[in-house]
C-alpha cells in the first residue's frame, strides 16, 4: 500500500470483525461499508477468530473485537494474539469506559478503543488514525 491508500482509502483495508452479536456485526459491517471497507471477515467469538488467524493470518492488516463475549472476551483474544507475535492493529469496542478498563486494554496491547454506542464518524477517525500508525511502521522497516 502506498502512503496514500493506506489512510485515505479504506478500499484496500483487510478487516476481521470479531462480534458474538449477529446484529451488531451487521451494524458494524454496514459501517465499514459505507467508509468503503470491502474485504471484511467475521468471526463469532474468540475462539473462532483464533482459528481464522490460524489459516489466514494474512489476509487480515486489521482487527475490531468486541471486548464482552462468550467462550473467550476480547481482551484474551487479544492477549493470545499478541502472545503468539502477531502485531495485527486491534481495536477493541466497548461499553465500558471507565479509566481502568481502558488501561487494562492498553496494558494487553490493545491499538485502539472506541466505546460503545459510537458513530461512522467516530469509527472512521479511528480506523484513520490506526492506518497512519500502521504506514509509519511500514515506513520504520
Same mark, same amino acid.
Given at each position: 500500500?502506498?502512503? $496514500?491508500?493506506?489512510?485515505?482509502?479504506?478500499?484496500?483495508l483487510k478487516? @476481521?470483525?470479531? =462480534?458474538?452479536?449477529?446484529?451488531?456485526r451487521?451494524?458494524?459491517?454496514?459501517m465499514?461499508?459505507?467508509?468503503?471497507?470491502?474485504?471484511?471477515? !467475521?468471526?463469532?467469538?474468540?475462539? !473462532?477468530?483464533?482459528?481464522?488467524?490460524?489459516?489466514?493470518?494474512?489476509?487480515?492488516?486489521?482487527?475490531?473485537?468486541?471486548?464482552?463475549?462468550?467462550?473467550?472476551?476480547?481482551?484474551?483474544?487479544?492477549?493470545? +494474539?499478541?502472545?503468539?507475535?502477531?502485531?495485527?492493529?486491534?481495536?477493541? +469496542?466497548?461499553?465500558?469506559?471507565?479509566?481502568?478498563?481502558?488501561? $487494562?486494554?492498553?496494558?494487553?496491547?490493545?491499538?485502539?478503543?472506541?466505546?460503545?454506542?459510537?458513530?461512522?464518524?467516530? @469509527?472512521?477517525?479511528?480506523?484513520?488514525?490506526l492506518?497512519?500508525?500502521?504506514?509509519?511502521?511500514?515506513k =520504520?522497516?
Amino acid at each position: 500500500m502506498n502512503q $496514500k491508500s493506506a489512510y485515505e482509502d479504506f478500499s484496500r483495508l483487510k478487516l @476481521l470483525i470479531v =462480534e458474538d452479536q449477529m446484529e451488531a456485526r451487521t451494524i458494524l459491517r454496514n459501517m465499514l461499508g459505507e467508509l468503503g471497507v470491502t474485504q471484511i471477515f !467475521e468471526a463469532g467469538d474468540g475462539r !473462532e477468530a483464533l482459528s481464522f488467524l490460524d489459516m489466514a493470518s494474512d489476509l487480515v492488516e486489521l482487527i475490531i473485537c468486541d471486548w464482552n463475549m462468550p467462550n473467550m472476551s476480547g481482551l484474551e483474544f487479544l492477549s493470545r +494474539i499478541r502472545s503468539d507475535g502477531c502485531n495485527i492493529p486491534f481495536l477493541i +469496542i466497548s461499553g465500558r469506559g471507565d479509566r481502568d478498563s481502558v488501561l $487494562k486494554a492498553k496494558a494487553g496491547g490493545v491499538s485502539g478503543y472506541i466505546r460503545k454506542p459510537f458513530s461512522s464518524a467516530q @469509527l472512521e477517525v479511528k480506523l484513520r488514525v490506526l492506518m497512519q500508525r500502521m504506514v509509519e511502521a511500514q515506513k =520504520e522497516e
